[in-house]
């Protein structure tokens, strides 16, 4: 199983790449907003793969991350979302946008996607709205492009290099941070992900410690 590429882009279309790991050539498929986040040919790329395998077919689908990774493979388990619908879900919603849209039970956004009606939307609220918030939980790093040019192409006895500072946490780390301290204080994953997921998106810059004080305000008793 190829759990992740790194490589350089050889080549782009309407929904896949190919990439090269030295010297061997990986076409993988993306959303158009994984598609469009990456670099143009020649450039170093790194994602995150899961492999759909059938009787006729043996395809590889990329993620930027490994929380899109896993909604992915959620998505494929509801009745009616295949592969492609799936990947038009989070080329729509992005990780972010589907773990809100099903901690918030809003189908109306899951049917945004191209190809998704309205009862496979509501199906897959319904359906992975208890699984939401250990998806939210995950906390996924960025990669250095310095690394997966290592990868793509290791020069031997190469000079060590200053490391460059790391990336500032992401969306996905300041969700799974506000969770887990919320899990902490005694919520329910239900109620803490809920809770979470409105909180991001009345204030989609807000970090760790904002979620946490405006989802305790939502959870607080009302009089």
Known sequence: MIGRIAGRLDYRATDHVLIDVKGVGYIVYVSERTLAGLPGPGGA???YTDMLVREDLLQLYGFPT????????????????????SMAILGVLGADGVSRAIALGDARSIQAAPGVGPKIAQRVVM????KAPAVMAM???????????EDAAPTPAAPAKRRSA?????AAAHTADAMSALANLGYGPGD??????????????????????????RLAPKD
């Open 166 to 170: 790391p990336p500032p946490p992401t």
């Open 66 to 85: 490994l929380q899109e990774k896993e909604w992915h493979r959620l998505l494929m388990t509801v009745q009616g979302v295949g592969a492609r619908a």
């Open 45 to 47: 790329a790194a994602l």
């Open 127 to 130: 359906e992975l709205k208890t």
């Open 192 to 217: 803490a992900a809920a809770a979470v997921a409105q909180s991001a998106a009345d204030d989609p810059e807000a970090d760790a410690a904002t979620l946490i004080r405006l989802s305790l305000r």
């Open 139 to 149: 906390g996924t790093p960025l990669h250095d492009d310095n690394d997966v040019l």
